[in-house]
């Protein structure tokens, strides 16, 4: 119950491209739902984070789209560029976020020029 | 804003020795502190949860007289590998939250890669 389950496990899109990287959890006590960037060698960089409230949220580029019913969420990467390329990792967590964090298996995400 | 740092950003040492890494939440104080352990090509794991001024507490099937964490104050946390193995071996990231936001979210550090000889 406390797994969250990311896929795919690797995506490939050209440049331009429209990535989605989808989640899904059992828990319903999770309130927070973020998205982290990680770079090969580097920590995980916070990207963007939805609480149940709302169904959609965008930062930049970066959407999620949630689905409280479905206990379902995913990231969309408008225009994507090479620079995006990196692995990315859904997460869940309850109590506003300061609870421990359960992440998923992480996406590689390649963006061809 | 919310910025954590690690030190060292890498570390060599011999099997048995001890290392002590640093994690630092450089402009926001964390009042809680995570310690993860990452394996190539694999997601974060939890090690412990540490809350500033009380004992660390650890998950299950991770050492605790092992990984020593000190969460000695709202911008410090350290953790120490004691007689360290090449198993050991990972790179270690901590996360920090606190009063960075009003929504309380993780920020992470750089990581530290351990490589026990």
């Known amino acids: 119950q406390q797994q969250v389950k990311q896929s795919p496990q690797s995506l490939i899109v050209q440049k331009g491209g429209i990535p989605i990287i989808n989640c899904a959890y059992e828990n319903t006590a999770f309130d927070y739902f973020p998205w982290y960037q990680q770079f090969p060698g580097k920590g995980p960089a916070l990207l963007i984070a939805?609480?149940?409230?709302?169904s959609e949220k965008k930062e930049g580029r970066f959407t999620i789209s949630f689905n409280k019913s479905a206990k379902q969420f995913s990231l969309h990467i408008m225009d994507s560029q090479p620079g995006d390329s990196a692995t990315y990792f859904c997460a869940a967590s309850n109590q506003g976020g300061s609870e421990k964090l359960v992440f998923g298996k992480g996406t590689k995400l390649t963006v061809n020029p | 804003g919310a910025v954590v740092s690690q030190h060292p950003s890498w570390v060599i040492c011999k099997s048995g020795t001890s290392v002590k890494i640093e994690c630092r939440s450089l402009?926001?104080?964390?009042?809680?502190m995570f310690w993860y352990r990452q394996f190539p090509k694999q997601s974060l794991m939890l090690m412990a949860t540490s809350n500033e001024g009380s004992k660390a507490t650890y998950e299950q099937g991770v050492e605790k007289d092992k990984f020593l964490i000190n969460h000695a104050s709202l911008t410090l946390s350290t953790l120490t590998v004691t007689s360290a193995h090449p198993e050991d071996s990972s790179f270690y990231i901590c996360?920090?939250?606190?009063?960075?936001?009003?929504?309380?979210?993780?920020?992470f550090g750089p990581g530290t890669r351990l490589t026990v000889l």
């Open positions: 402009d926001f104080q964390a009042t809680t």
């Open positions: 939805i609480r149940p409230d709302v």
């Open positions: 996360s920090a939250s606190g009063r960075a936001s009003s929504y309380n979210e993780q920020f």
